[in-house]
């Protein structure tokens, strides 16, 4: 029985991969063209709407560092419905279809064909204080709130960026902005109380089985930005994403047999986040590090990474990054990406980078990326 | 005879150069209700959608004007620092959020007549379209009048990063 359910699945996986690669082509083709008639900077709506559509599209395209083969690594479709239902009211939705993921983390390789990503409220009662709930972006450091394909300077996400958090996080969360002697200012205090009944027992990533946290950024000087994370989290997540194994790249099609291998946290640990962005003359310099306490029971967990972002000319951009992450139980890894970045017509983003595994090769994704995306 | 003549043409050319800094000042416009004091850090905040709200409660209903148009290009270049350009990548980021730029409007005609009519509006028009304000029109600052005492702004600013507790 659970054998014909899993061909079930299987089947529908595929026909939902490869109406997600279709749709995920046609998009880029469309935007493509509308993005070329659009002026800049590209304005999906007047605001406020009360809804507004658009969503982002990319293909990305992998050869392992120990393979000749190159394999479309992952398409995906995202669609994102927005709007105004008052000045006060607003609210977000994001639908995301996704082929297959070749993120470099063994607990996000199945069952992520069709997901809810976000949908909230806002209720805003002034720029200080402003109440959402729903599904969010957990708000820890800078790369988890704007991860979209087309908006991130490598294909490859970093680690330190979902590996010791749930990327998502269902609750409420209260959050301003302002100015501080003339220099920009926000924070947001967050809460995820894990709907433990609504939980799908499937799910393969990271969730929180209860978190409560604090973000603040401000705008240290011209061009430097200051972000720091803190919260304390009950995490739920795959077995195998506990030791060196959790790095690994299973095959594509490749089924984690271990379906109870599950593992909730009694007890709130601390975890911790400092990102740094700094911007001048086109260049970018980004640093973001997260540091997961230990418990009696585990161990602690500690990634960071620093990258740089150096314009060319003509939209282009080369990427460097170096990455290190020590996970739950096992050795430090170290990780380096070099690559370049290509910003075309409109909101077509083409990006090639190598990624190169310092002390284990072979322990993480690493190779050759290609990935194609839009934003429309 | 020839310093009489100098000053002459010093003086006609420093009249011409005045002449060409008041025809490219910029006029930023308000809703004659909005008493908020508008600067250029209050500008930034509103143009780059990080201030939503006035003082009074009243939401912001900010205004651009087309992203080719010259008194777009040295609005930007004054109030937000850089170019056009240089803020795709923030839009973009903010997109992602649900939250589009400011609506554009077709003509310094159009921006009046809106922010006239628009309680919490706010706009840029070419100063010579406000020689003579029309009523429900508040003329907050004017934006790329020289002046010898005022300092010379940093123009290279880079737009800030997006997700910021978004």
């Known amino acids: 029985m659970v054998r014909i359910v899993r061909r079930m699945t299987s089947r529908a996986y595929r026909i939902v991969a490869s109406s997600a690669a279709v749709f995920t082509l046609a998009a ?3 935007a493509w063209t509308a993005a070329a008639r659009a002026q800049l900077p590209a304005a999906p709506a007047s605001s406020p709407s009360r809804i507004q559509v658009g969503g982002y599209a990319s293909l990305t395209w992998s050869r392992a560092a120990d393979s000749t083969r190159v394999r479309l ?5 995202a669609a994102i419905l927005s709007g105004s239902l008052t000045s006060r009211i607003t609210y977000l939705a994001e639908l995301d279809a996704v082929s297959s993921s070749r993120e470099n983390y063994a607990g996000r390789q199945d069952d992520r064909q069709l997901e809810v990503a976000r949908l909230y409220a806002d209720v805003s009662y002034s720029d200080l204080l402003r109440l959402r709930v729903g599904r969010f972006l957990t708000p820890i450091g800078q790369w988890n709130e704007i991860h979209a394909e087309p908006l991130t300077w490598t294909a490859v996400r970093p680690l330190t960026t979902y590996r010791s958090f749930a990327k998502y996080s269902t609750g409420a969360a209260l959050a301003g902005q302002g100015s501080i002697l003339s220099r920009d200012a926000g924070y947001a205090v967050w809460v995820a109380p894990g709907l433990l009944g609504m939980r799908d027992d499937d799910e393969e990533e990271l969730e929180f089985s209860g978190a409560v946290g604090t973000r603040t950024a401000v705008e240290l000087t011209r ?5 720091l994370s803190a919260a304390v989290v009950r995490e739920r997540r795959p077995v195998s994403a506990l030791d060196d194994d959790s790095l690994e790249v299973p095959e594509p099609g490749e089924d984690d047999e271990d379906e109870d291998d599950e593992r909730e946290e009694r007890e709130g640990r601390a975890l911790g986040g400092f990102d740094l962005t700094y911007r001048t003359r086109g260049m970018e310099l980004r640093s973001e590090v997260v540091w997961l306490a230990p418990s009696d029971s585990r161990p602690g967990e500690r990634a960071g990474f620093v990258q740089l ?7 282009l951009h080369a990427v460097g990054r170096a990455e290190s992450v020590t996970p739950l139980a096992g ?4 990780l380096w990406l070099g690559g370049l970045h290509w910003r075309g017509p409109g909101r077509v983003v083409v990006k090639l980078e190598h990624q190169h595994a310092g002390r284990v090769p072979g322990a993480v994704a690493h190779g050759w990326f290609l990935s194609v995306s839009s934003l429309f | 005879m020839v ?8 003086i006609l050319v420093a009249l011409g150069a005045r002449t060409t800094i008041a025809q490219d000042a910029v006029a930023v416009v308000v809703h004659a209700a909005v008493q908020d004091p508008i600067d250029v850090a209050t500008l930034r905040r509103v143009f780059l959608v990080r201030q939503r709200f006035w003082s009074d409660g009243i939401a912001v209903r900010a205004v651009n004007q087309p992203a080719r148009s010259a008194v777009r290009i040295r ?4 109030a937000l620092g850089g170019t056009v350009q240089d803020y795709s990548t923030y839009w973009n980021d903010l997109w992602f959020h649900g939250t589009a730029p400011p609506a554009t409007l077709a003509s310094d005609q159009a921006v009046l007549l809106f922010v006239a009519r628009t309680p919490g509006a706010i706009g840029y028009v070419d100063e010579v379209s406000v020689s003579e304000p029309p009523s429900g029109i508040r003329v907050a600052l004017r934006l790329g009048v020289a002046s010898p005492r ?13 997700s910021w507790v978004r």
Not at chain 1, 73 to 77: R, S
Not at chain 1, 223 to 227: E, K, N, S, T
Not at chain 1, 331 to 334: A, K, L, W, Y
């Open chain 2, 150 to 162: 005022a300092p010379q702004r940093e123009t290279q600013h880079a737009p800030p990063p997006a």
């Open chain 2, 3 to 10: 310093p009489v003549r100098l000053i002459t043409v010093l």
């Open chain 1, 223 to 227: 061009g430097l930005w200051l972000g």
């Open chain 1, 73 to 77: 690594a992952e398409g995906n479709l």
């Open chain 1, 331 to 334: 050795s430090r890894r170290e």
């Open chain 1, 28 to 30: 880029l083709l469309g």
């Open chain 2, 75 to 78: 609005f930007t270049r004054e």
């Open chain 1, 309 to 315: 972002a150096l314009p060319l000319g003509g939209g």
